[in-house]
């Protein structure tokens, strides 16, 4: 098949270069006055471009080439066919020599056989130098044939520079999102401590001060019972908080025993299936931990889910969270909670699906590259 | 006095309640959220109002944005404006109209009953009850900035509870200081800050606000 899209490219290449002269004889004049010139340049980017179009499906006939929906323009165009052409007559000149060499290698082992003039010194020059000359000509070929494809996907798909410049987009995305993700978080830990952690404390305060000024000792103990009480329901509320800013379990014992605790301090029932053999990258496990920890605290706040079933497995070099609940559905992907995770997902290359049609159940789904 | 209450978070308005209940006020109202703040202020009549700034629907300043607006309405209702952070601007928002019958108070000054319960008297009585912790932020702000540099440290005490929203009285008496002497050093403070021919209690609230807006 391959053989065949060279040789097919070389009778392009000669299309093309049949074209340009044409083309080259009929529009010249008015290429060259300033008048006619933007129409005669259409005229031979039309042209072009339906050359192109046959070179782009022998691309993809002979070499299988998946080129995805691009639109080149016109000067992209006519310097892709300029190059193509040239590298495709160079092509036909190269297999052109190869046959010639064979004609010649055929020749000579018929003359081997029939009559031997030859002194064997000639036959080992002879030998020597048509190897090398076949070794050339196969190299050739070859570079030829790169360059050929690497025409083709410069012209018809990403080249090299958009790859790297859609990475880079990319990239700048997600680094923008991981910030705003961070900031997002920092303001929800300060919301955890002055909504929750401080009211109480006030409130506390406050018990105590009413204590003091209790009128009898008996309102006062009585007082003093509650602020207690209150005293260990703030410190309960402070381990809370500082363990969703961050799950020092994660450091200490690794993610199972992290996802244990997520276990436990959920109110619903939560099934976990944990399979991964290899040890982690931190940063996969934190960003790991946190999926399930948001999926599974939104499934018991919002989703009114009454039982949650959580899988985390390793294939290969790809770590695979998987959160699904019994919910009613209907989790926003827009949110900031998870918007948030999709961005701590995205910054390690991995990819977060949500999916929670009305009516559950809610299934979420990250993947994360860990090598 | 009679004190309507807003505060968002159900356990400190439960325990505001309680206390201003044993101290003999009556609580019209207790909600949480600032709208219901004013729809209860347009039923009733309260002495007081008593409201946190953060509130839901989005955490800002609901609050103070009620504060203000009750202030526009019934200038006759006292409002005191409970603050996370000691925050000029906010101060200052409340603070520009008038600085009578109003209090900007932190939150945690709440935990300090008996202060709080003296700044919702001064409030009630007609005066301003500016949190110390907010004029002390405002001082450390202002040393650098004429004129308030130009007072004695004495000055600067008795113009720091003067901020407050004390009377000459108790001021002599937070700095065991004769009642003269704190008039003396009241009327250096207005030379000082240029306030000169204005009557009594104006003369005082403008003190406060050069400070705020220093």
Known sequence: MRVAGVLVGCLTALLGL????????ALGAFLLWPRTRARA??????????????????????????????????????????????SGLLCAV??????????????????????????????????????????????????????????????????ERELLQRRIDELATSRAAVVHAVDVERRRVERDLHDGVQQRLVALAMLLGRARRGRTPERADALLEQAHKEAREVLTELREVAWRVYPTALDGLGLREALGGVSERCAVPVRMEYDVPDPLPSAV??????????????????????????RVEQRGAMLSVLVRDTGVGGADPAGSGLTGLGSRVAALDGTLRVDSPLGGPTTITAELPCA | MRVILAEDSTLLREGLVRLLAEEGHEVLAAVGDADALLREVEAHTPDVVVTDIRMPPDHTDEGLRAAVRIRELRPEIGVVVLSQYVERNYAAQLLTSSAERVGYLLKDRVAQVEEFLDALERVHAGGAAIDPEVVRQLLIRTTHVDPLTRLTPRERTVLEALAEGHTNAAIGEKLHISLSAVEKNLNAIFDKLGLHRTTGYSR?????????ES
Not at chain 1, 18 to 25: D, E, I, N
Not at chain 1, 46 to 58: D, K, Y
């Open chain 1, 94 to 159: 190269v297999v052109g020599l190869v046959d010639f060499g064979a004609v010649l290698a055929g020749i000579f082992a018929v003359s081997l056989t029939t009559r031997s003039t030859m002194t064997w010194v000639d036959v080992l020059s002879q030998v020597v130098l048509g190897g090398t000359l076949l070794f050339l000509a196969v190299q050739g070929l070859r570079a030829l044939t790169e360059q050929d494809a690497r025409l083709a996907r410069e012209c018809f798909g990403p080249s």
């Open chain 2, 204 to 212: 005082r609230v403008l003190a406060v606000l050069r400070y705020l």
């Open chain 1, 285 to 310: 496990e934190t960003a790991a931990y946190f999926v399930v920890s948001e999926a599974v605290n939104n499934a018991a706040k919002h989703a009114a889910a009454d039982e949650v079933s959580v």
């Open chain 1, 41 to 86: 340049h259409a005229l031979l980017a039309a042209g072009a471009r339906r050359l192109t179009g046959l070179e782009r499906r022998r691309r993809s006939l002979f070499f299988h080439d998946a080129f995805p929906e691009h639109r080149a323009d016109d000067r992209q165009i006519l310097r892709y066919l300029a190059a193509r052409t040239y």
């Open chain 1, 18 to 25: 049949l074209y340009f002269v044409a083309a080259g004889a």
